[in-house]
C-alpha cells in the first residue's frame, strides 16, 4: 500500500517542535480524538519509548503497539505500529524540517510495511481515512504547541 503524509507550518523552531514530539505522553494531546486508552512503558522519551493506544477509527476498534526505533534529533521520530495481530505492521515517521522564514514544516508519514487482506482491497478507502485522521493530527499538534512550546526569537 503507498504511504500517506500530511504536513503544517509552524511557527517554533525544529529544536523546539522535536523536544516536543520526542516526549510519548505528548502524543496522547494531539491524537486522542482516535487514539485512546494509552498505556506506557519503557523510557518517556527517545527511541524504546512505547505506547499501547485503542484506534477507533472507519468504524473499528484495534489496540496498536506503537514504539520509537529511531530518533535523530532535531529531524525525525520513527515510530513502529504493530496491530490487527501481528498482521498489520506500520511505520509513522514525523519528520520536522526549517522554514526559510523561521518556524518548522512538520510532516507525518504513515508507512504500511504489512497489512491485513482487509485493508489492501479496501486501500483507497483506508488511505483516505488516514489521510483525514492525520490532518486532523496535524492541526490538534500545532494547536498544542501553539499552547504549551512558546515561539522562540530568531
Same mark, same amino acid.
Given at each position: 500500500? /503507498?504511504?500517506?503524509?500530511?504536513?503544517?507550518?509552524?511557527?517554533?523552531r #525544529?529544536?523546539?517542535?522535536?523536544?516536543?514530539?520526542?516526549?510519548?505522553?505528548?502524543?496522547?494531546?494531539?491524537?486522542? %480524538? =482516535?487514539?485512546?486508552?494509552?498505556?506506557?512503558? $519503557? &523510557?518517556?522519551?527517545?527511541?524504546?519509548?512505547?505506547?499501547?493506544?485503542?484506534?477507533?477509527?472507519?468504524?473499528?476498534?484495534?489496540?496498536?503497539?506503537?514504539?520509537? @526505533? /529511531?530518533?535523530? #534529533? &532535531?529531524?525525525?521520530? +520513527?515510530?513502529?505500529?504493530?496491530?490487527?495481530?501481528?498482521?498489520?505492521?506500520? %511505520? $509513522?515517521t =514525523?519528520?520536522i524540517?526549517?522554514?526559510?522564514?523561521?518556524?518548522?514544516?512538520?510532516?507525518?508519514? =504513515?508507512?504500511?510495511?504489512?497489512? *491485513? @487482506?482487509?485493508?489492501?482491497?479496501?486501500?483507497? +478507502?483506508?488511505?483516505?481515512?488516514?489521510?483525514?485522521?492525520?490532518?486532523? +493530527?496535524?492541526?490538534?499538534? !500545532?494547536?498544542?504547541? !501553539?499552547?504549551? +512550546? *512558546?515561539?522562540?526569537? &530568531?
Amino acid at each position: 500500500m /503507498k504511504s500517506v503524509t500530511v504536513s503544517i507550518d509552524v511557527p517554533q523552531r #525544529p529544536e523546539q517542535v522535536y523536544d516536543f514530539l520526542d516526549v510519548m505522553a505528548h502524543h496522547e494531546r494531539f491524537t486522542n %480524538h =482516535y487514539l485512546t486508552d494509552w498505556r506506557y512503558s $519503557g &523510557p518517556g522519551r527517545g527511541i524504546g519509548a512505547c505506547a499501547t493506544v485503542t484506534a477507533a477509527l472507519g468504524g473499528t476498534r484495534a489496540d496498536i503497539a506503537i514504539e520509537v @526505533v /529511531k530518533a535523530e #534529533p &532535531p529531524r525525525r521520530i +520513527v515510530e513502529r505500529n504493530v496491530s490487527a495481530a501481528g498482521r498489520r505492521l506500520a %511505520h $509513522g515517521t =514525523y519528520t520536522i524540517e526549517p522554514l526559510p522564514t523561521g518556524g518548522s514544516r512538520v510532516a507525518f508519514t =504513515y508507512t504500511w510495511i504489512r497489512a *491485513p @487482506v482487509a485493508d489492501r482491497l479496501l486501500a483507497a +478507502v483506508v488511505r483516505a481515512t488516514m489521510r483525514r485522521a492525520n490532518r486532523t +493530527v496535524m492541526r490538534r499538534l !500545532a494547536a498544542e504547541l !501553539a499552547r504549551h +512550546v *512558546p515561539v522562540a526569537e &530568531p
